[in-house]
């Protein structure tokens, strides 16, 4: 367990203090343009961005991404979030839930959480690895009651494990896990990477198994490769981390070809997410919904305002980039 939380906690350290983005310099969006359009006959920066997703209307389209770290740390950084988003009236994710369930350290996990966060959606978070080996269906229904979640976040995060001296590496049978889980749970289950992306094929797969929402958390923005690359002792574990430094679907790339075979599913585009226009880009291209870990994470450490700031930021470039654009 303390092995657990050491590395929760040097994750977000990690994120914070180092440059762990796969496109620090260039990345993906920008080979997206938009068409300028000359005549966007809307109130800028009033127009209405309410939509509905998994049920539950969202005045903005966006999602706080699933993030941990220690307990200490994780609960300041979560409080932070949960209060800008009911204030935003956007969702949030929540970290993985594995240490909340393993033990009585939970992160801030717990119904103090709805008390800062009354009406947003909520989403609860697992490892599709942890569903087979760790958790029984009713622990994952203790993760959704545990803060009163409106859906489940199961990750996939492969080569994260792989880069791991701990981490998981047998991932037979875990489709049929997600399968369970999806028939089990009366929320919906929404599928998500960690940045490497997810292909619609895969994408097809889980949907065909009772996910109703994607998340496809591609390459170009918080790299876990390189994350684990830079704490681990273990030099085959780093040198591997090298070998698969550029590994993944882009962001963009992910979205658009999942929303073409998956027309109708709902699609949410994180991974890389720098600013608005980003977000705007990503809306165009399909996605219902966009959302942001590692760039939020410095204003999460620091203020409910600073992370309202944050949003405010995003949500002008958004309305800009979605306005005074073609469809
Ligand atoms: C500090 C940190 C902790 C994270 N922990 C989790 C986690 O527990 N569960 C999860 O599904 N994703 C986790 N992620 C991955 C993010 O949810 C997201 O998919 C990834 O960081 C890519 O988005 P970004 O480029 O906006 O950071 C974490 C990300 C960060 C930065």
Not at 158 to 180: H, K, P, S, V, Y
Request: charged residues 20%; proline residues 3%.
């Amino acid at each position: 367990m303390t092995e657990i939380l050491q590395r929760k906690a040097d994750h977000i350290d990690l994120v914070l203090k180092q440059r762990v983005e796969t496109a620090a310099q260039a990345s993906p969006w920008d080979k997206i343009q938009l068409t300028h359009n000359a005549l966007p006959e809307k109130d800028v920066l009033n127009f209405d961005l309410t939509s509905e997703f998994l049920g539950k209307q969202l005045r903005r389209p966006f999602l706080i991404s699933s993030m941990t770290g220690g307990p200490l740390k994780a609960e300041k950084i979560n409080a932070h979030l949960a209060e800008a988003a009911q204030d935003l009236g956007i969702a949030m994710g929540v970290g993985s839930q594995r240490v909340a369930l393993l033990s009585a350290g939970n992160g801030g996990l717990t119904g103090h959480l709805r008390r800062w966060a009354p009406d947003i959606p909520l989403y609860a978070n697992l490892g599709a690895a942890q569903l087979r080996n760790d958790f029984s269906l009713s622990d994952v229904q203790r993760a959704i009651d545990m803060i009163e979640a409106d859906a489940l976040i199961i990750h996939l995060n492969c080569l994260q494990e792989l880069m791991q001296e701990d981490g998981d590496t047998d991932w037979r049978g875990l489709l049929n896990a997600i399968e369970t889980v999806a028939r089990f749970l009366d929320v919906p289950v929404v599928a998500k990477e960690v940045g490497m992306g997810i292909s619609s094929s895969t994408a097809i797969r889980l949907v065909d198994a009772g996910v109703q929402a994607i998340d496809v958390a591609g390459k170009g923005g918080t790299n876990f490769i390189q994350v684990e690359a830079s704490r681990t002792a273990n030099r085959r574990l780093s040198a591997l981390g090298e070998v698969f430094r550029d590994w993944g679907i882009s962001t963009p790339d992910a979205v658009q070809s999942v929303r073409a075979s998956l027309p109708h599913i709902p699609i949410i585009a994180s991974g890389g997410i720098r600013h608005g226009l980003d977000a705007a880009k990503a809306i165009k291209l399909g996605a219902n919904v966009v959302a942001q870990a590692g760039p939020v994470l410095q204003a999460a450490t620091e203020s409910t305002q600073a992370v309202l700031d944050h949003f405010e930021f995003i949500e002008s470039a958004l309305r800009i980039g979605l306005a005074c654009s073609d469809d």
